[in-house]
């Protein structure tokens, strides 16, 4: 069955932190409600503890790193559901019962190309 990829942008917060419980509890339903289709997920920390990594030059060139995010923006990519669907349409209906996808941010769906 084809799989595919929903990245969740929503407000770059630490969801872990107790003001986010209420909202997290909606991701954890989903989770729970959505289980037989979700392969993965995982929950990503603030921006703030990214690194962005660059190669100067080509392959084997230096290794340049920075802090933080790659850019400012007032969504922030803050998650994933590796979801299993029967196609697109399915994916899409699935997607848009997560939390961000009702107004407060959004929701990306990209089918996973299959390894061979």
């Given amino acids: 069955m084809p799989q595919y990829l ?10 872990f932190a107790p003001e986010q419980a209420a909202e ?5 339903q989903f989770a729970k409600d959505n289980a ?14 990214a690194t962005v990594v660059r190669v100067e030059g080509a392959r084997g060139g230096n290794v340049i790193t920075t802090d933080g995010p790659y850019a400012e923006t007032k969504e922030a990519l803050t998650g994933y559901y590796l979801i299993e669907a029967a196609d697109l349409d399915d994916a899409i209906a699935i997607a848009a019962k997560l939390p961000a996808a ?15």
């Fill in 6 to 15: 929903a990245l969740t942008y929503t407000a770059d917060v630490d969801w």
């Fill in 24 to 28: 997290l509890a909606e991701y954890v």
């Fill in 36 to 49: 037989a289709s979700i392969k993965a997920a995982a929950v990503l920390h603030p921006t703030s503890t």
């Fill in 102 to 116: 009702w107004g407060v941010g959004a929701i990306e769906v990209r089918p996973v190309l299959a390894a061979n």
